[in-house]
Nanobody, 124 residues
Framework: QVQLVESGGGLVQAGNSLRLSCAAS????????LAWFRQAPGKEREFVAA????????YYADSVKGRFTIARDNAKNTVYLQMNSLKPEDTAVYYC?????????????????WGQGTQVTVSS
């Protein structure tokens, strides 16, 4: 079992940056694949980025590739999402998720644990 708590959301102008953090409880943090998803009003939850247990492999949605970076610090039980060159279409609630299996996934239904979300609003 792991509990996830996101932070770092806010209101920013287009072109600026934000860094989201997700702190996890539990002693087995390093065994989870971690990911970020987002959900805009009236839309389905969509995959943003994932990182594997080894902290070597990452996977990004095409819409954020080259702008967002996912990273994890297993010593701090924390996963981060650095978001640069933000666009108004990045506006959404961002969720951290964890999965007990070894392989990364872009499917929300394959993740076992979720945080409560943090709002990111990008103004034009």
């Amino acid at each position: 079992q792991v509990q996830l708590v996101e932070s770092g959301g806010g209101l920013v102008q287009a072109g600026n940056s934000l860094r989201l953090s997700c702190a996890a409880s539990g002693r087995t943090f390093s065994t989870y694949v971690l990911a970020w998803f987002r959900q805009a009003p009236g839309k389905e939850r969509e995959f943003v980025a994932a990182i594997d247990r080894s902290d070597i492999n990452t996977y990004y949605a095409d819409s954020v590739k080259g702008r967002f970076t996912i990273a994890r610090d297993n010593a701090k039980n924390t996963v981060y999402l650095q978001m640069n060159s933000l666009k108004p279409e990045d506006t959404a609630v961002y969720y951290c998720a964890a999965r007990e299996r070894r392989i990364m996934s872009d499917s929300a239904t394959s993740y076992d644990f979720w945080g409560q979300g943090t709002q990111v609003t990008v103004s034009s």
